[in-house]
């Protein structure tokens, strides 16, 4: 089971090659980002709790939904000591099962594009803002075996993975601030990552 009590950057690296299913879609995690408590002016609870930000102080293994950009919906799994205010954005996954329902939320895109990109992702799910603070269920196999069940109002349930892949760390992308910490990890040259895909040099 994956001790969501760790630090961010702990958990971050044990998500990727991990199934994570809502409804009846499961992805498997290749991109995630972790913002940590104290000194990371990047993460949301650097200015302290707000309503907004709740849900990221704990407890962990919780969904915290936020909206980018006033139109993006992106789904981070919480983490770390409880009150330290630490989670995992996830940036990108493959889907393995419900590509159907995954598309009809999606469009007319590329099976790589699906859940690429973090509000990619929360879409392909079909996670939103009403998801906020939905409790997050580990299960003892991975998702994809499983035959799909319950509809999107179940709690998301987090698999296992067959083997841990080959991952990197680097920079975090998309944001403005704390831009050099090496806190974004994702399995290297996979299609389903966002831009840049390679290991840093």
């Known amino acids: 089971m994956l001790d969501f009590s760790a630090d961010a950057d702990v958990v971050a690296p044990l998500l990727l ?3 994570l299913s809502f409804g009846s879609v499961t992805i498997e995690i290749t991109e995630v980002e972790a913002y940590l408590h104290g000194t990371d002016t990047a993460a949301h609870s650097f200015r302290g709790k707000t309503p907004a930000n709740a849900a990221l102080w704990g ?4 969904l915290y939904v936020y909206i980018s950009y006033g139109i993006h919906r992106c789904c981070n799994l919480v983490c770390g000591p409880e009150g330290t205010g630490q989670g995992c954005l996830l940036r990108s996954g493959r889907v393995i099962a419900g590509e159907p329902i995954a598309r009809s939320r999606r469009g007319d895109v590329s099976y790589t594009r699906l859940a690429s990109g973090p509000g990619n992702l929360a879409k392909a799910l079909g996670v939103g803002t009403e998801h906020n603070h939905l409790a997050v269920e580990q299960v003892p196999a991975r998702m994809d075996s499983l035959p799909p069940r319950g509809t999107a109002t179940m709690n998301p349930q987090l698999g296992i993975r067959s083997q841990e892949p080959e991952w990197v760390a680097g920079p975090r992308i998309g944001i403005s601030k704390n831009v050099a910490a090496p806190l974004r990890f994702w399995i ?4 389903t990552v966002t831009s840049p895909k390679r290991p840093p040099k």
């Open 17 to 19: 090659g991990r199934t």
């Open 59 to 62: 407890p962990g293994g919780r």
């Open 188 to 191: 290297p040259n996979d299609a």
